[in-house]
């Protein structure tokens, strides 16, 4: 799952060309890896991907801070 | 007598000595603690032979250390240069070398940043804020904070002394520095205060970057009420339900944001829920507030009193148009009036001031008015509108390049841009400076750039010709875009076309490129 999301960052979302490679516990949010839109699509990604539904009031900051945090998140709904 | 921005500090450490000054997620500083560490800043800098006048940059994101680099390098007799650790590599070097940045104030964040712009040729000298070695002079916060405070002398900071210079985009590509001095942002802070009222007891929300001039309020105006700025994070502004709690929890007394932030607050924060009975002012500019968003926002803060702000970066604010009650009629709110200290004509094409109710361009004289652009003395000159009163004295008035008209209540209404410079969520963007980067790709031809609304989101679109020859893809004009670009200027969309429509004189007929694209989404 870790690694699924994480390429999937640094093909598709990343602002920049990551150079060492993102890793789980990187902030996504505030180093600025991936922008507003980016995580927008980030979101639609997971949902497809591991068919769960983001529910609007869990868009906050404590799922989405990192790739970790994400996967935490996610086991929540499977 | 305050003439500085450094003595607001001073004064509020005296004043307010234990009180916060900026909080930042669960960190805050008091008065006393900033006057304190930027001093040491201060001191620090001056030892590395920072002298007034000079140009110190600061590279961070949002966080609590901006505060202290703000007024650290003020202390030091330096002019502060905020760079978007956002822009690209190439900007940021260009920023750099553009107004001779030689010390830059930054954090353990931006640590892999700063290896990539050593790596090309600089004349940086020092990195402060910085724990790992590199390829120059570093210093750690923890350094600094070490320094004795006995050590600093202070520097004698005229009104007419630079404060900080904002980097904006120029028609000619290259971005260009907007100076301030100590009297104009001093002005402006002592304005705000004037104006809405502020107090000690006040909780500002500060949403913008430091490169952009609507943080000079939070960083500025508020401590000179001695109030409290609460700096919010890049995260939170990504999350509208986390920035409602945010909001909620600090008790905001004050928001000024971009209204594209108060629109995701109303759509996706759940603010009916949550308690904001402690929000007296809701200020907002940069762009038109859609009114019937504006109207609902006001509704759900009933109590709250809104206020649209108007002005570019050369003049910091100049009007304002103060809501108590909602908007009845869908029209878009005028920008109002000019405030205190601050007179305007509205003039046609040839410099005549036109009738009342006519559409013209706004020209502005303010005490909040810029010193002029870095470098760049002939764009200075070419800004102003000076009306002769006898020889040798002239009142110089900034030309706005807006055009505007005045109702019938005598407030100004915005029409529109008279250049093809545009705003999108607050940024200024130059349509020609996306253009010539688009241009300078190998194998493009010509390019047109337009806005326009995809998914009712207003957008840019790109459209470009190619030589037909070259191996020109829209993948690789979007990474180009991104490598030269500031992110929220790069094309939404890139599509590559046969052939432009034209106007009878050959020129590229852009609202028909317009109504294309519409017609296509």
Redesign the interface.
């Known amino acids: 799952m870790e690694k699924t999301i994480i390429k999937h960052i640094e093909n598709e979302l990343a ?2 060309v990551i ?2 490679g993102l890793e789980a516990s990187d ?1 996504l ?4 890896i991936v ?2 839109l980016g ?1 927008m699509k980030l979101v639609s990604f997971i949902e497809e991907q591991f068919t769960i539904e983001v529910a ?2 869990e ?4 799922n ?2 990192t790739v970790k945090n994400i996967c935490e998140y996610i086991k929540t709904k499977l | 007598m305050l003439y500085n921005l450094v003595q607001i500090i001073e004064q509020s450490a005296k004043a307010f000595p234990n009180k916060g000054a900026f909080r930042y997620m669960e960190d805050s500083i008091t008065y006393k603690e900033l006057d304190i560490k930027s001093n040491q800043l201060a001191h620090y800098l001056i030892t590395r032979g920072v002298k007034k006048g000079d140009r110190v940059g600061i590279l961070m994101h949002r966080c609590l250390e901006t505060s202290i680099a703000i007024y650290g390098i003020l202390k030091s007799g330096a002019a502060y240069v905020p760079i978007d650790p956002f822009l690209p590599n190439e900007r940021i070097k260009f920023l750099i070398n553009d107004c001779d940045i030689k010390h830059l104030v930054s954090t353990d964040k931006q640590s892999k940043k700063i290896r990539k712009i050593l790596l090309s040729k600089h004349n940086l000298e020092t990195i402060i804020g910085l724990s790992d070695s590199q390829n120059i002079k570093t210093i750690s916060w923890k350094r600094v904070y070490e320094s004795l405070l006995e050590d600093y002398i202070s520097v004698d900071i005229l009104s007419d002394d630079l404060s900080y210079i904002l980097y904006t985009s120029g028609s000619t590509g290259l971005p260009k520095g907007i100076m301030h001095t100590h009297a104009s942002a001093l002005a402006f802070a002592k304005l705000v205060v004037d104006l809405y009222g502020f107090k000690h007891t006040d909780i500002i929300a500060n949403s913008a970057p430091l490169h952009f001039d609507v943080s000079i309020l939070g960083y500025c105006s508020a401590p000179l009420a001695s109030a409290t700025t609460v700096i919010i994070s890049d995260a939170h502004l990504k999350f509208p339900i986390s920035l409602a709690e945010l909001t909620e929890r600090e008790k905001v007394t004050i928001w000024y944001s971009v209204p594209l932030l108060l629109i995701e607050l109303l759509h996706k924060g759940d603010i009916q829920n949550k308690d904001f009975s402690n929000m007296r002012w809701v200020l907002f500019a940069g762009e038109a507030f859609a009114t019937k968003q504006l109207r609902a926002l006001m509704q759900l803060w009933p109590h709250a009193e809104f206020s649209n702000i108007y002005g570019p970066t050369e003049l910091n604010q100049c009007t304002y148009y103060n809501l108590k009650v909602p908007p009845k009629t869908d029209n878009p709110i005028p920008i109002g009036t000019t405030w205190k200290n601050t007179e305007y004509k509205i003039l046609d094409d040839k410099d005549n001031v036109v009738e009342p109710g006519e559409e013209g361009l706004l020209v502005v004289r303010s005490a909040t008015m810029m010193k002029g652009y870095w470098n760049n003395k002939a764009l200075t000159e070419a800004s102003l509108y000076k009306y002769k009163i006898a020889e040798g004295f002239e009142h110089v008035y900034y030309r706005t390049g807006d055009l505007v008209k005045l109702n019938s209540n005598n407030e100004l209404l915005f029409l529109g841009r008279k250049d093809s410079q545009i705003k999108l969520r607050g940024f200024r963007i130059e349509i020609g400076e996306i253009e010539n980067i688009l241009l300078n790709y190998q194998g493009v031809t010509e390019a047109a750039v337009i806005v326009t609304d995809i998914a009712k989101d207003k957008s840019l679109v790109a459209t470009i010709l190619t030589d037909g020859a070259s191996e020109v893809s829209e993948d690789n004009l979007t990474v180009h875009c991104k490598n030269n670009l500031p992110i929220y200027a790069v094309p939404k969309q890139i599509l590559i076309l046969k052939s432009f429509p034209r106007t009878s004189s050959g020129k590229i007929n852009r609202r028909e490129i317009a109504s294309m694209i519409k017609s296509s989404n």
């Open positions: 602002v920049e150079e060492d902030d949010l505030g180093s600025g922008d507003s995580m609007p009031e868009m906050v900051i404590d989405f801070m």
